[in-house]
Nanobody
Framework: QVQLVESGGGLVQAGDSLRLSCAASGRSFSTYNMAWFRQAPAKEREFVARIAWHGGSTDYAESVKGRFTISRDNAKNTVYLQMNSLKPEDTAVYRC???????????WGQGTQVTVSS
């Protein structure tokens, strides 16, 4: 059973940086398209960024473009989200997700809390 485990969240001040990690178990990570989503209290889940299985294609939500960078290391079965110039509105639970069968994101981590104080 493949599992995704996020880490790297925390409490920071506006303008600070954080790097989230999502480690995957199993042997097929390098074939998965991966993404990060976030959900703030009382809000719907929001797409943040995605990266293709080969790492050569990325996409970002407008709200994070230019501040966040998604990357992956297939040798380490890990996807990252570098978050710079954090804002209070970035406060949310961040979850990574895997598209294991090219039919949508069907595998999710538990999430890591990011809190940005003003």
């Amino acid at each position: 059973q493949v599992q995704l485990v996020e880490s790297g969240g925390g409490l920071v001040q506006a303008g600070d940086s954080l790097r989230l990690s999502c480690a995957a178990s199993g042997r097929s990570f390098s074939t998965y398209n991966m993404a990060w989503f976030r959900q703030a209290p009382a809000k719907e889940r929001e797409f943040v960024a995605r990266i293709a299985w080969h790492g050569g294609s990325t996409d970002y939500a407008e709200s994070v473009k230019g501040r966040f960078t998604i990357s992956r290391d297939n040798a380490k079965n890990t996807v990252y989200l570098q978050m710079n110039s954090l804002k209070p509105e970035d406060t949310a639970v961040y979850r990574c997700a895997a598209d294991t069968s090219r039919r949508g994101y069907d595998l999710w981590g538990q999430g890591t809390q990011v809190t940005v104080s003003s």
